[in-house]
């Protein structure tokens, strides 16, 4: 029986418990983050979008990064994915190092936290991580090769190739190979693979350029990889970009001086505990620089939102710190949808108009999520223009898809929701949702009846009006005259009164109460009344309509407390705030509006 050697078990034991911590640091922890990446890109099977690919450099990674990304349409299957990527990277890694003298399971594990940190980063796609791949299987091949003018023409032909496959990543891959030849195999032909190679990074990219890719010349030795990536992805890929290089020369450098052939860093406690300790501090800086826990929070909500899971979205609004601005844009559409905001909206965070709608700007995030409100409202006409935007923004997607179909159906717009179901018709996991939406087109008298649609073209515009999309006003008295009966376009009216502190906007609007069925004057609408009265003798309460004996003492008390710390005003705040912070009294005394200190998420 053939005794397995322990330092084999505790290899397989180390790369076990690193991949297995890999796949639950994304299935877990980075899962909406996955799913987030999956709702960015719409992989299609189609010949037309399929050969756009090949319009770049790097166009077939790209591809397969766009292919896999697909199946992040299941979180856990992203990980999966991910999680098989890593473990390539660390076997490619092991056998390079182990070919250039370098034995030490620790210098393989340190690209898989590289990795893992480039992957925490929404702005990172797959299809970098798989050219990290295809550029170390080159390698790996190339320094297999013993026969040196076969390494020689390998590394030469593969280097064309892979140019056309992976853009930038072969000009990576010739870098590394001229570093072995010139460290590792010496002689002349080492300086000839240098001159051809160096010549061939040139003037491939320079041939490419002037003849087969429509693209700027300066992005010729780039592509795929773009420099305008954000500082957080740039911090862990240079280290990437700069890990073999160095690893190979510290190697050769070590045999120098140490005047070894290779370094056997064994299974002795002494390696096993500095080892240790690298990589822990390793995971360790991972975890604080790379894993963004408060975006990972706000996808969490964002993904509860698409699943109008609206408890939920409440539940997790609570646990965000801070006041982002998208955060509190999702709460408050949650409070209206589960018919708690003017009963409860503040009872949570609250700062402004802003929590109400996003103001809008020309980037990827405004159009992306802000357009989910005015789609609520019945605002059909600028609901359909921010999702048409987004998608200007972001490419093909399938939210901005989804939405645009259904803007256009209930505009009565058949041809036009038609081509925007064709585009999910040829996907893998929305083709489903298209099929179910294409019975509207085969028979548009369902349309009036289902619940969502048909409410929403109930409240199509009668009158035009001039739209006036900014952060003051969004049109909601124009809504309310088309519809009087919308309800949502009343209750984000009063909320921008009382987030506003304008007590005369919101007694102007309190009529509204009988028009719209309500049983009872709901609890923060009863709060700034009896502040109303208190300040202008007027009794402007609807008729039928009367005021809870509740927030009235409730109100007497705040009063008092407030009168007895009134010449302190942070102690007033203090005292105030244990009973009376979720009141719109606390709001209306104590709040800043606008005074958000996150204006955005970092989702942007």
Not at 111 to 116: K, N, R, S, V
Not at 117 to 124: E, I, K, R, T, V
Not at 156 to 177: D, N
Not at 194 to 203: E, G, H, K, N, Q
Request: glycine share 6%.
């Amino acid at each position: 029986m053939k005794i397995v050697p322990v330092n084999s078990i505790l290899r397989i034991i180390v790369l076990s418990v690193s991949l297995t911590g890999l796949f639950l640091y994304f299935g877990v922890f980075n899962r909406f983050h996955l799913s987030y990446l999956e709702q960015n890109q719409l992989f299609r099977y189609n010949a037309d979008y399929l050969s756009d690919f090949f319009s770049v450099p790097g166009g077939l990674i790209t591809l397969a990064g766009s292919f896999l990304t697909q199946f992040f349409h299941f979180p856990w299957a992203g990980a999966i994915i991910l999680t098989l990527i890593g473990a390539l990277i660390i076997v490619l890694s092991q056998f390079i190092f182990r070919k250039t003298g370098l034995h030490g399971i620790l210098f393989s594990l340190i690209p898989l936290l590289l990795l893992a940190a480039l992957q925490s980063n929404h702005n990172h796609p797959v299809f970098l991580s798989l050219g990290w791949i295809i550029s170390l299987a080159c390698v790996a091949a190339f320094i297999s090769i013993e026969n040196n003018r076969l390494r020689f023409w390998f590394g030469i032909v593969s280097f064309v190739l892979l140019y056309f496959v992976a853009g930038f990543f072969s000009i990576l891959t010739i870098g590394l190979e001229i570093l072995y030849e010139l460290l590792y195999k010496k002689g002349i032909r080492g300086y000839r693979f240098m001159v051809a190679a160096i010549f061939l990074s040139f003037i491939i990219p320079l041939l490419g350029w002037k003849y087969i890719y429509l693209i700027p010349v300066s992005q010729a030795w780039l592509l795929p990889v773009s420099l305008s990536s954000p500082a957080p992805v740039k911090a862990f890929f240079y280290p990437m970009l700069l890990y073999f290089p160095l690893v190979l020369l510290l190697t050769f450098t070590g045999k120098q001086i140490l005047k070894k052939t290779g370094f056997n860093f064994s299974w002795k406690w002494q390696y096993m505990i500095s080892g240790a300790a690298v990589y822990f501090l390793s995971i360790f800086m991972l975890i604080h620089f790379a894993y963004d826990r408060k975006n990972e929070l706000f996808l969490s909500i964002d993904f509860s939102y698409q699943s109008s899971d609206w408890e939920k979205v409440l539940d997790l609004s609570n646990k965000y710190p801070g006041n982002n601005q998208l955060v509190l844009y999702f709460t408050n559409i949650a409070l209206y949808k589960s018919g708690n905001m003017a009963d409860k909206m503040f009872q949570y965070r609250q700062s402004g108009t802003g929590g109400l709608w996003l103001e809008w700007k020309r980037n990827e995030t405004a159009p992306f999520f802000g357009g989910e409100v005015f789609y609520h409202l019945g605002y059909n006409n600028e609901a359909f223009r921010w999702a048409f935007e987004a998608m200007e923004a972001k490419g093909l997607n399938p939210r901005s898809l989804k939405r645009l179909a259904a803007t256009s159906l209930i505009n009565g717009n058949y041809a036009l929701a038609g081509k925007y179901l064709n585009y999910l018709d040829q996907t893998l996991f929305y083709r489903k949702w298209a099929k179910d939406e294409r019975r509207f087109l085969m028979d548009t008298t369902l349309i009036n009846r289902d619940n969502e649609l048909g409410e929403k073209r109930k409240f199509l515009l009668k009158n035009d009006f001039i739209a006036d999309i900014n952060v003051n006003n969004i049109g909601l008295n124009q809504l309310l005259v088309n519809h009087p009966e919308n309800r949502m376009a009343f209750e984000y009216l009063m909320a921008s009164c009382l987030l506003k502190k304008d007590l005369n906007a919101f007694a102007a609007n309190i009529y509204r109460l009988n028009d719209l069925g309500y049983e009872k004057i709901p609890t923060h609408y009863e709060e700034a009344l009896v502040l109303y009265q208190g300040l202008t003798k007027n009794n402007i309460v609807p008729a039928g309509f009367q005021i809870s004996n509740t927030t009235r003492e409730r109100f007497r008390n705040y009063a008092h407390i407030f009168a007895a710390s009134r010449n302190n005003m942070d102690k007033a705040a203090h005292a105030l705030s244990v009973d009376f912070g979720n009141t719109f009294w606390f709001y209306m005394q104590f709040a800043s509006e606008g005074s958000q200190s996150e204006r955005n998420s970092k989702t942007g």
